[in-house]
């Protein structure tokens, strides 16, 4: 009877570390495939008709010039600029949800010499937190908290988050969704927000209807 109890208590203890060790699952693209670091990507709007482009860049918030903030294209057609993902384990070979990552636009003639890294910034005269550009790839930790974003959701459509967890010390992290924040003229923002802002992304140079018409 012993040797029994022994036996389903190692079964038991296998199975939870079997779940506790289980790995988020991978991101997709809109064709079903996983996206992996380094690969370039367009982040698109999940709403067809009217919801706008792609991710891209333009200038910043207010009056500022530099450094470029992170901003939806208007047209539905503009897919946007593209990106790459890095993951916060460098070994990792695919990007997978609610994981750390840094979200950097693929280069491009950058007047303000800064980086192309994306990272969220306070802009106190108009009280919101921006996603701008010139963060630092890499190094995780309390000094570079400002960079790292997440993916949440489940295929074929996600939404981005910033609620970083490099930061062990960190007793006032922010865990936002980044929706879209519209000004006066028109832009649209990337933003911290309790409306998250539904996306998909799409290989760069692929066509984007394979999944759709092969249903």
Request: charged share 20%; glycine share 10%.
């Amino acid at each position: 009877m012993k040797k029994l109890l022994l036996f389903l208590s190692f079964l038991l203890f296998n199975s939870f570390l079997s779940f506790a060790t289980e790995e988020p699952n991978p991101v997709l693209d809109i064709n079903g495939e996983e996206i992996r670091p380094g690969v370039e990507y367009h982040i698109e709007s999940a709403i067809f008709g009217g919801g706008g482009g792609g991710v891209t860049y333009g200038k910043g918030p207010g009056n500022e010039i530099c450094p470029l903030a992170v901003v939806q294209a208007l047209s539905d057609v503009n897919r946007g600029h593209p990106v790459t993902f890095t993951p916060v384990n460098p070994e990792e070979g695919v990007i997978r949800v609610s994981t750390d990552l840094n979200i950097k636009f693929s280069p491009f003639i950058n007047f303000c010499r800064g980086s192309n890294v994306w990272k969220v910034h306070f802009n106190e005269a108009l009280e919101q937190h921006f996603v701008l550009t010139d963060g630092v790839e890499g190094n995780s930790g309390c000094e570079t908290e400002a960079n790292w974003f997440k993916i949440e959701g489940n295929y074929p459509f996600y939404r981005l988050v910033f609620c970083p967890a490099v930061c062990d010390s960190s007793s006032e992290a922010i865990c936002k969704d980044v929706g879209i924040y519209y000004d006066d003229d028109g832009t649209r923002r990337l933003a911290l927000s309790d409306r998250p802002f539904g996306v998909y992304f799409s290989k760069k140079n692929e066509d984007i209807l394979k999944s759709v018409t092969s249903t």
